[in-house]
């Protein structure tokens, strides 16, 4: 199990804003660590998709966006299109693991209804 | 063009050994630090190991710990993962990435390659 928490599932009509949650702790997005977000389409690698919390790599649409507060990070897609049913992962960095510091989130299906 | 390319994956039995490459192109190899990050069938993705480009200091998840070794040929512009005594929970796609932001706290994974299946069964 992973030390970031995410909603299994999320859902939305088109056109709706939905926000994928990610829930850590004082050791990694609490401690003021990056928190990157990545867009897993089925049967392809991920993509990176938000990186340092609130930034877009060129390319990426401006419906994605990310923001953080305290312990939690979330990520919005505003005006849900057909093509953002995937899994999104958020990943950042804890201090308290002692072995490999970088951290996936547990991840969260968009399903387009 | 960025591109990264894993092979050597396949179907080995439990206690075997496996070792994955990953081609590099379309960037400055020995200039960023690598990862191999793993998703099993149906489940999210785990990060499995870090190499750094400056001093090749080498990171490894707990599940993978003194049975999986991360190496890179900076001449040849590839990375591999020598796997040992592989186990049915080691059963996944893996895929090779390139890392951004530094080695440190900041890093994230800018490119991925398309995954090569490691499959652990008797």
């Known amino acids: 199990q992973s030390v970031l928490t995410q909603p299994p599932s999320v859902s939305g009509a088109p056109g709706q804003r939905v926000t994928i949650s990610c829930t850590g702790s004082s050791s990694n997005i609490g401690a003021g660590y990056d928190v990157h977000w990545y867009q897993q389409l089925p049967g392809t690698a991920p993509k990176l998709l938000i990186y340092?919390?609130?930034n877009r790599p060129s390319g990426v649409p401006d419906r994605f966006s990310g923001s953080k507060s305290g312990t939690s990070a979330s990520l919005a897609i505003t005006g849900l299109q057909a093509e953002d049913e995937a899994d999104y992962y958020c990943?950042?960095?804890?201090?308290?693991?002692?072995?490999?510091?970088?951290?996936f989130g547990t991840g969260t299906k968009v399903t387009v209804l | 063009e960025v591109q990264l390319v894993e092979s050597g994956g396949g179907l080995v039995q439990p206690g075997g050994s496996l070792r994955l490459s990953c081609a590099a192109s379309?960037?400055?190899?020995?200039?960023?630090?690598m990862s191999w990050v793993r998703q099993a069938p149906g489940k999210g993705l785990e990060w499995v190991s870090v190499?750094?480009?400056?001093?090749?200091?080498?990171y490894y998840a707990d599940s993978v710990k003194g049975r999986f070794t991360i190496s890179r040929d900076n001449s040849k512009n590839t990375l591999y993962l020598q796997m040992n005594s592989l186990r049915v929970e080691d059963t996944a796609v893996y895929y090779c990435?390139?890392?951004?932001?530094?080695?440190?706290?900041?890093?994230?994974?800018?490119?991925w390659g398309q995954g090569t299946l490691v499959t652990v069964s008797s």
């Open positions: 379309g960037f400055s190899f020995s200039s960023y630090a």
């Open positions: 990943q950042s960095y804890d201090s308290s693991l002692t072995a490999l510091s970088w951290v």
């Open positions: 340092g919390n609130n």
């Open positions: 190499i750094t480009n400056y001093d090749g200091r080498t």
């Open positions: 990435a390139k890392g951004v932001g530094g080695s440190g706290s900041s890093m994230r994974l800018d490119y």
